[in-house]
């Protein structure tokens, strides 16, 4: 059912996406959530050197270059318009750089077409003031969030906040009431108003499945830095090698209008032309946000060709707005892939990733990515069209570069469940916790396996969309590994259906062994959990299904 929200963002969905889904099926044009935001942000650009002069001449180069037909509409302000709160808790501004006030520089953007992001913290202090500088001391939404929300989205007007969290920590604030609070301030404003309002939280880190009930979009990761690693001379910061290595196993929590957000655009600068490809397609791929984080004045023509490229734009705004999980690994080469369009349909987005500093071929398996049969390729940088040969294609991918592909064919039931790519529902990287994670295994199916599951009710893998086109007997096999004895609870479509007991490999990722179960599915999604509320439960690798004939 749609709740308000989600008619609100169809309404707007509908006028904003007009013209960027007349080109696609009838089908690809319904959707109930918006897509991943696009635009361009202040920070990577300008960090807080921002003005009214520079954020409006952003917005006028969004125009100039077109981009806003592709669908960047955001342009969003971020660290360092304010100076300080008065005593009786209003905001003031930072007048030299915006001397007409903050409606002034929205109006503007609006006036381009364009939709108009705002900055603030979930604590007190904001982070470019290291807590210190005055002017961005009590400048935060603590105490103030109606106000403030209110300030920004009626009396401001504009339509998107990115909210950070060096007051929250700042305060000991604990993340999930006050983003909550935040969150619902937020909702209860769009009701008054009238309006969508898209609401970014910057926690550095998944903060825990919560956020995908209270957030449009959440930052997963440091800040980015323009390079390959991390830089130990900036600790802060995070290279394009560590994002993608934790987005990997994060691609459950990404979907239905809601984002892991692998932080603004590093373009144009230090990475390699291979790494841009990477950087590019696989913030597509994952649905991110795509925020551009340079000047547009200066970008190149070959980034311009990146951002302009429509296939990966179309794999970002997809419809049905997906994580995509691992479906292939050779060592450092990862293939993920999403469904586009349609649900279990003919039409796959497919990235071959190659995080090794070598060029390698890879033969990608079709079999893997559920076609049965040959497909249709579209290469999405080359733009050439080919049709497959046999049961796997050939993808050969430089160091450090994606390629990135739509595959079109008849598809089969998937067989293979991951458990890195099921839902963990107590998943969070906040709380040292033993909550269930999923961690690199190398004696695991794609390097991969899940620990830390149970010892709660609600510290459960789920895979949320076990697909069988038709109902009946299934025999769902389950890889385990334990070094201790532990028993693991089966729960399919909400019934208990099996326990099985004292589960001992020997070892807690190196021995795995298997158990079996068979169940009935009904035509269609399944969700088969898996957990134990008692005790721990053995670490996962995957589940396999087949039909009992
Ligand atoms: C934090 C955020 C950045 C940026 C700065 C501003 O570091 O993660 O994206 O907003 O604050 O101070």
């Known amino acids: 059912m749609l709740n308000t929200k989600t008619i609100i963002k169809t309404s707007f969905l509908t006028a904003a996406l007009a013209l960027f889904t007349m080109a696609q099926p009838a089908s690809a044009q319904q959707r109930d959530f918006l897509p991943p935001m696009m635009g361009w942000g202040a920070w990577n650009a300008f960090g807080q050197r921002i003005s009214e002069e520079n954020i409006c001449s952003q917005a006028d180069w969004l125009v100039k270059l077109g981009l806003d037909k592709l669908g960047y509409k955001y342009v969003c302000i971020d660290d360092g318009f304010w100076d300080g709160r008065n005593d009786d808790g ?17 109006d503007y953007i609006h006036s381009k077409g364009l939709k108009a992001g705002i900055y603030s913290d979930a604590g007190d202090n904001t982070c470019a003031s290291r807590n210190v500088e005055p002017w961005g001391l009590n400048v935060g ?22 909210v950070d969290y060096c007051g929250g920590n700042n305060m000991g604030l604990d993340e999930r009431k006050q983003y909550t609070k935040i969150g619902d301030v937020i909702k209860r404003i769009e009701k008054e108003i009238g309006k969508n309002i898209v609401y970014n939280v910057c926690r550095w880190e998944f903060p825990g499945t919560w956020i995908t009930r209270t957030a449009d979009s959440w930052r997963t ?8 690693e991390d830089d130990e001379k900036r600790a802060w910061g995070w290279g394009l090698k560590h994002i993608l290595t934790r987005a990997r196993y994060e691609q459950a929590y990404t979907g239905g209008g809601h984002y892991n957000d692998l932080d603004g655009l590093q373009l144009g600068h230090r990475l390699n032309d291979q790494e841009e490809r990477t950087h590019f397609a696989m913030w597509c791929i994952y649905s991110s946000p795509i925020v551009i984080g340079q000047d547009l004045r200066t970008l190149s023509e070959k980034t311009l060709t990146l951002l302009r490229n429509a296939d990966l734009v179309a794999m970002n705004q997809d419809r049905l707005g997906l994580g995509a999980p691992v479906v ?38 079709l079999k893997s990515l559920g076609f049965v049969g040959g497909v249709n390729i579209h290469d999405c940088f080359s733009k050439a069209d080919t049709k497959s040969e046999g049961n796997t294609v050939s993808v050969t991918v430089d160091a450090h570069d994606t390629q990135a592909f739509f595959f079109v064919g008849e598809r089969q039931d998937k067989t293979l469940y991951q458990a890195e790519e099921a839902w963990l529902n107590e998943y969070q990287r906040l709380a040292n916790l033993p909550t269930a994670e999923a961690v690199d295994a190398s004696k695991a199916c794609l390097g991969a396996m899940v620990q830390n599951i149970g ?95």
């Open 221 to 228: 990761t440091a800040d980015i830095i323009d390079s390959w």
């Open 328 to 365: 292939q690994r050779e060592g450092e080469v990862y293939v993920v892939a999403k469904d586009m369009e349609t649900l279990h349909g003919k039409k796959r987005a497919v990235a071959v990733l190659n995080m090794s500093d070598r060029k390698q071929t890879i033969e990608v398996c």
């Open 90 to 106: 209003t905001l003031r501004l930072q007048t030299k750089k915006f001397p007409n006030g903050m409606r002034k520089v929205a």
């Open 141 to 162: 939404l603590a105490g103030h969030e109606y106000d403030d929300c209110k300030l920004y989205f009626a009396d401001w007007d504009y339509d998107y906040i990115k």
């Open 455 to 549: 010892n709660s009710e609600r510290n459960y893998l789920e895979w949320r969309d076990v697909y069988v086109t038709k109902g009946g007997k299934y025999k769902l096999t389950f890889a385990y590994a334990a070094a201790k004895e532990r028993d693991l609870k089966v729960n399919v479509n909400g019934k208990d259906v099996k326990t099985f007991t004292n589960l001992n490999t020997g070892s807690w990722d190196a021995q795995w062994s298997t158990c079996s179960v068979v169940v009935n599915l009904k035509a269609g999604s399944n969700k088969v959990r898996l957990g134990n509320a008692e005790a721990f439960a053995p670490n996962i690798d995957y589940m396999r299904i087949e039909a009992v004939k």
